[in-house]
């Protein structure tokens, strides 16, 4: 099992960026992906961005592609999310999750939710207008 914490979240403008941060710990060293999810009020939830651990390849809904970036620190077990050129449709919290037992790897599927087993609890971003 991997513990997930996230951090980053907060208030800002249209336009503007912020940077998640989602650290691990536990049995990081088996973990396959870790991705970013997030949900609206009032939606589901829905996929945002996803890190191949073995391989090193990232995967981006097309709604955030060209805005949005996730990245990865070995050495803090720590994978981050860059939000840049906010827009009000981002309002969300956006949750980490990790795969451990290599559903997205054998798939080749990485935006589905019910391929990660460990959530982080989440963290509040809202953009204004």
């Known amino acids: 099992q991997v513990q997930l914490v996230e951090s980053g979240g907060g208030l800002v403008q249209a336009g503007g960026s912020l940077r998640l941060s989602c650290t691990a710990s536990g049995r990081t060293s088996i973990t396959y992906a870790m991705a970013w999810f997030r949900q609206a009020p009032g939606q589901e939830r829905e996929f945002v961005a996803a890190?191949?651990?073995?391989?090193?390849?990232?995967y981006y809904a097309d709604s955030v592609v060209g805005r949005f970036t996730i990245s990865r620190d070995n050495a803090k077990n720590t994978i981050h999310l860059q939000m840049n050129n906010l827009k009000p449709e981002d309002t969300a919290v956006y949750y980490c999750a990790a795969d451990i037992y290599g559903n997205t790897f054998y798939s080749s599927t990485y935006d589905q939710e019910t391929h990660f087993e460990d959530w982080g609890q989440g963290t509040q971003v809202t953009v204004s207008s």
């Open positions: 890190f191949n651990q073995r391989g090193g390849s990232t």
